[in-house]
């Protein structure tokens, strides 16, 4: 492990990542040594306090509708977990006219009516248990759900993306402490997607090779399973940030099979397990990095879909705003090797 003089020490550098599409400041005289980067704001454990809370066994009725449940029985009330429409969605369900483009409206732009889908997954009854509390089948039957819900959306023509994430703590954006996801659907490919299809296009164009598929580099690998990997990445916008990328080339995580989910479930809660003892137990957010619903046989071969995880650790300012530049202090190989010096089983 470096020091902290010789951390100070290495010069800055620019990095770009096909992937993402983005340029990346790595600063490392901003930050103190690789290990010192924790969490200050810890997350408490999760009290019980399902008297009170709507996601907790029993609560059902003080929630949104309900879309379905695992095991399906609605009549067995000792469910698993249950996928809900969310109370304050984002974007309408019952428009009459879903996508409709708005005309005259008097100033550059496009307008569309918000039609989409928001759901909550509500990953499991009790209310004191975390994802990483969780053992790797049960973490994949989340993964099930996640996939059950975007077949079922993909028949809906006007659907172009759904964003599968989770914010854990409040300074991630949970507004609920019981432990949850969410599935977000859209008219529409989010900008950041569209940069992602461009720069892994690009770099196929040049090479004839998914990006993805290339990762290959030792420094940055922190784990891997049967079916994945997780690494830093090489151009990681936040510090710590990691990904799991799938083995063999997919374009979208609903491909995925039961199986290949149980061992993407163990390897997630590797990394969250490791994230928390090595900092401190903080907020984060996790994003399912897929692809757009209807992608073109042309583009399947460099769209390759992958799980983000975001530990909360350092804010946003103008410059990054600003420029869209973001300033990392931990080069990615020191995060991958603090990573590493966790020593904990894959659990399959």
Not at 69 to 74: A, G, Q
């Amino acid at each position: 492990m470096a020091s902290q003089s010789q951390n100070a020490c290495r010069s800055p550098e620019l990095r770009h990542d096909p992937v993402t599409n983005r340029w990346v400041i790595f600063s490392p005289s901003r930050a103190k040594r690789p290990t010192d980067f924790k969490s200050k704001n810890p997350q408490n454990s999760n009290p019980n306090n399902n008297s009170s809370c709507p996601f907790c066994i029993g609560n059902e009725h003080e929630c949104a509708p309900e879309i379905f449940r695992v095991p399906s029985d609605l009549n067995d009330p000792n469910w698993k977990l249950r996928v809900i429409e969310n109370l304050y969605p984002a974007l309408s369900r019952n428009l009459e006219c879903p996508c409709e483009e708005k005309q005259d409206i008097g100033f550059p732009g496009q307008v569309i009516g918000g039609f989409g889908f928001h759901d909550v997954v509500i990953e499991n009854p009790v209310h004191s248990v975390q994802l990483c509390d969780m053992e790797a089948r049960e973490i994949g039957n989340i993964f099930v759900a996640y996939k059950k819900r975007i077949q079922q959306i993909i028949s809906v023509e006007s659907i172009k993306y759904v964003q599968v994430f989770k914010n854990h703590g409040a300074s991630a954006g949970a507004s609920m402490s019981h432990s949850h996801s969410q599935i977000l659907a859209l008219p529409i490919i989010p900008s950041s997607v569209s940069a992602r299809l461009d720069g892994t296009k690009e770099y196929f164009e040049k090479t004839g090779k998914c990006s993805l598929c290339e990762v290959r580099a030792k420094e940055l690998l922190i784990d891997e399973s049967t079916h994945f990997i997780s690494i830093v990445p090489f151009a990681a916008t936040f510090p710590f940030e990691t990904w799991i990328i799938p083995r063999v080339h997919s374009s979208h995580f609903h491909e995925l099979d039961s199986e290949k989910m149980v061992d993407l479930g163990g390897l997630l809660k590797l990394m969250l397990r490791k994230i928390s003892l090595q900092l401190n137990n903080p907020p984060f957010n996790f994003m399912i990095q897929t692809s757009p619903l209807q992608v073109k046989e042309s583009e399947s071969c460099y769209t390759h879909w992958f799980l983000q995880i975001v530990p909360q650790l350092s804010s946003v300012g103008g410059f990054e705003i600003g420029t869209g530049c973001y300033i990392n202090p931990v080069f990615p190989e020191d995060a991958a090797q603090v990573m590493r010096e966790v020593n904990l089983p894959v659990e399959g």
